[in-house]
Structures are given as C-alpha cells and as structure tokens.
C-alpha cells in the first residue's frame, strides 16, 4: 500500500506512485490577501512507477475550515480528461475518499487544486481560515477497476 500526504501541514511519499511538486514540502498555495471572488491554484502530478497498474483515492485529512458553508470553494480538477473531480467545501471530501482510477506503468496525472473565495462572502472572509492534508492512496490496479 503506498501512501503520501500533499497539503500545507505536510508532503511525503512512499511505495510505488511518485508524487511530484515543485513546492514540496510547503503549502501548494495560500489563502494570503484573498478577496471576493478571487481564484487560487496549484498543480500536483502523481506518476505509477511501478511495474503494475495501481488504483490510486485521493482522500482530505486534518481538515479545518471557519468559514460559513459555501464562501471557500475547493474545486480538485484531472488535467488529463479534462474533468473537475470535486467542488464543496474545503473539509468536505467524502469518508471513502475520491476513486481517480487505475494508473498504468510508468503512467502520469496531474490535477489542479483550485480554492476560490464566494464574491457575497460576509467581510470578505476577515478572520477566517481554511487548511487540509490530502492523502493518496493506491494499491493493486485490480482493486479500482479502470477510469
């Protein structure tokens, strides 16, 4: 089972998938001097470097959010399809995670993080703060079934 951990507590990575980020080590971006309606992005990209397919989830640990439902947008894009995989709250992926699919050998992703501030958000968000630990997890490609 591999595991690694992207977000602005902490980035590791382990086992067969390799995660690449230009920040490692560091948030993928910040909510500093946000104002309505403003949009802020970062991409990962997450690489099989195994001999075999990989079913890859992406799940949301150490979330905290104190923002009212619906000001702070988290929107998680596939770059490759092009798909947006989620939209909602920042602390609001499901329990079981998101299915991305089986990775192939040597195959790679990358997927855009994307936060966005709601432009009727109540003093523009003064005084609120967000942040999330997002995990990956894979294991053997016949476990997911293909994307």
Same mark, same amino acid.
Request: with cysteine.
């Given at each position: ?7 602005? !507590? ?20 910040? =909510?500093?001097?946000? !104002?309505?309606? &403003? ?11 195994? @001999? ?7 799940? #949301?640990? &150490?979330?905290?959010?104190? *923002? ?8 998680? *894009?596939? #770059?490759?399809? @092009?798909?947006?995989?989620?939209? =909602? &709250? ?12 089986? *990775?192939?050998?040597?195959? !790679? ?19 609120? =703060?967000?942040?999330?630990?997002? #995990? ?8 997911? =079934?293909? !994307?």
């Amino acid at each position: 089972m591999f595991e690694t951990a992207t977000g602005p !507590r902490n980035i590791s990575s382990s086992g067969a998938l390799v995660q690449g980020n230009a920040n490692s080590g560091f948030a993928l971006f910040t =909510g500093y001097d946000l !104002r309505p309606s &403003d949009l802020r992005s970062a991409k990962i990209t997450i690489e099989n470097s195994a @001999p075999t397919a990989e079913a890859l989830r992406l799940f #949301e640990e &150490d979330s905290s959010n104190s *923002f009212a439902a619906g000001d702070l947008s988290l929107m998680i *894009f596939d #770059e490759a399809i @092009p798909a947006q995989i989620y939209r =909602g &709250d920042v602390g609001g992926l499901p329990a079981e995670g998101i299915d991305l699919g089986c *990775f192939g050998p040597g195959e !790679r992703r990358t997927y855009r993080f994307a936060i966005q501030l709601a432009i009727d958000s109540p003093h523009g968000g003064q005084g609120r =703060g967000a942040g999330a630990a997002y #995990e990956w997890r894979a294991g053997s490609g016949s476990a997911a =079934g293909g !994307r």
